[in-house]
């Protein structure tokens, strides 16, 4: 399987997984309160979908509909032909509505999203013809504002509650392990962009906006955003100023071929894992252990000074001074070492700083993991929404993305840990990007009961058709706008 399959197939498994979560809260919450769900659909299905099915009623497959044995079709409702609810479905409730039964289960074939259909709801389904007939009682318009308003919010709230248990079960499994700023000696290895800002190989972070950093992983995101960071420089302690752009730096430096560090990295020494056998490090008598100091007379006291130096030494041989630890203490010693083509010389070498200084490992119970998701969460949904004002900036506009985008994140190669940590931060993104108070997400129907509650008295109907109407338009411009961006970026890469 390629790299892009890979990729392709958990993204579409996130999405598939975030849809239904987050449907099912609008689904759950609408039977709960006695509303009728006539559609919960994986993906849009205009046209055709690939599946359908009725509990006790029909299937169908490709758009062809098939009534169950012993369904007559007075109590389907829908035309074999069509797939439809006929005018006496529409306008009488069955007698027996079961949880379940009164809903069509469907796959469509249009991977952006997915919807329930709520009877008595003006929704991307644009059913206006069933607004026409008089309200019934089963139906979402005919239900008081607080019962519809906590439908609206129940596709967030499950989304952020499945972001939630996620990173609860991933800390609870693996637990959490890293390398504090404090305890990471020999400082950070900065990217290009970072030390134009004013950033210096070596330094030691601590602090961002004057808070206390501590984890690289979770503080990252805290010092992009910050105005000013903190850094141990030597014995010196040195503020850098944060440009509001730096987000989208980094970005374009991710993005390029040459980036060898995103942001920062752990500096530490090259030290040997593995010696292949036959190749230069083993002729040159390069062993399992030793700690390389130094490339003719260029000195690599860490991993990145080693890897740039090594390269232009196409098939030469160079002298790679070593420290070795044996019984009677370290060693320094010079080898030969022939290269290959490639300025390669055959060896493995540790990339875990943990093997270098002291990490700090956490283990959650069952019952701690819990908080620990929640905070989480919480900090993935803050730090997302404070992202969100650089959108309204120039280079905000250029770095949209779309499911181009989304798929590059995930890892090449099959990782459930990566797996579900992306999709994590995805459900977080989908619950932040619906509640946005835009006509056509949820975030637009809860502005509209808020108004109602405050006002008392609902927005009339063709006002609700116009906004949704002008909402799905703007959802698609920007749809189309955010995956062109993607092609755009692909064919000039």
Not at 241 to 268: G, M, N
Not at 459 to 484: C, D, H, W
């Amino acid at each position: 399987m390629d790299t892009f399959l890979i990729k392709a197939v958990q993204l579409i498994l996130a999405l598939a997984i975030l849809v239904i979560i987050h449907e099912f809260g609008h689904f759950l919450f609408a039977r709960i309160f006695g509303v009728r769900v006539e559609k919960f659909y994986i993906f849009f299905d205009p046209w055709k979908e690939i599946f359908k099915w009725r509990p006790g009623r029909y299937w169908g497959f490709l758009g062809k509909t098939r009534r169950l044995k012993g369904c007559p079709p007075e109590e389907t409702g829908r035309p074999e032909e069509a797939g439809k609810p006929d005018e006496a479905e529409k306008t009488e409730k069955p007698e027996k509505d079961s949880f379940w039964g009164g809903t069509e289960y469907g796959i469509g074939w249009l991977p952006f999203g997915g919807y329930c259909k709520i009877s008595g709801m003006i929704d991307e389904s644009m059913d206006t013809e069933q607004m026409k007939r008089p309200p019934q009682k089963w139906e979402f318009r005919s239900k008081p504002a607080w019962q519809r308003l906590l439908i609206m919010i129940a596709g967030v709230l499950f989304n952020f509650l499945l972001a939630i248990l996620i990173y609860s079960g991933i800390v609870y499994a693996t637990g959490e392990k890293y390398v504090p700023f404090s305890e990471a000696r020999m400082g950070m290895e900065f990217s290009g962009e970072a030390r134009k800002i004013g950033f210096h190989n070596g330094d030691i972070p601590l602090a961002a906006d004057g808070r206390r950093l501590d984890n690289p992983f979770e503080d990252r995101m805290r010092m992009v955003q910050s105005k000013e960071v903190t850094v141990l420089r030597g014995n010196d302690t040195v503020s850098i100023a944060i440009p509001d752009d730096f987000i989208f730096r980094l970005d374009q430096e991710a993005k390029s071929d040459t980036a060898t560090v995103s942001f920062f990295a752990y500096r530490f020494p090259a030290r040997v894992t593995q010696v292949m056998p036959g190749e230069g490090a083993s002729k040159g008598g390069v062993e399992v252990g030793d700690e390389i100091l130094a490339v003719d007379s260029t000195a690599t006291p860490t991993l990145t000074d080693f890897l740039r130096t090594l390269q232009g030494h196409e098939g030469k041989t160079v002298a790679v001074t070593v420290a070795r630890s044996g019984a009677a203490g370290v060693d320094t010693l010079v080898r030969q070492v022939p290269l290959s083509d490639a300025s390669k010389m055959g060896i493995g070498l540790e990339i875990d700083p943990s093997a270098f200084f002291k990490a700090r490992e956490i283990r959650y119970s069952l019952v701690e993991s819990v908080p620990r998701g929640v905070k989480m969460g919480t900090d993935r949904l803050v730090s997302y929404a404070g992202s969100m004002k650089m959108l309204f900036t120039k280079e905000g506009a250029k770095s949209i993305g779309g499911f181009g985008a989304i798929g590059s994140i995930f890892p090449e190669k099959w990782d459930w840990i990566a797996f579900w940590n992306i999709a994590a931060f995805l459900s977080v993104m989908l619950a932040f990007m619906n509640i946005l108070p835009i006509p056509a997400l949820d975030g637009g129907h809860v502005m509209f009961l808020l108004y109602e509650v405050i006002f008392r008295h609902k927005p009339s109907e063709k006002f609700m058709e116009r906004a949704q109407l002008v909402g799905m338009t703007l959802l698609i411009l920007l749809l189309l706008y955010a995956n062109g961006m993607d092609i755009v970026r692909l064919l000039i890469k």
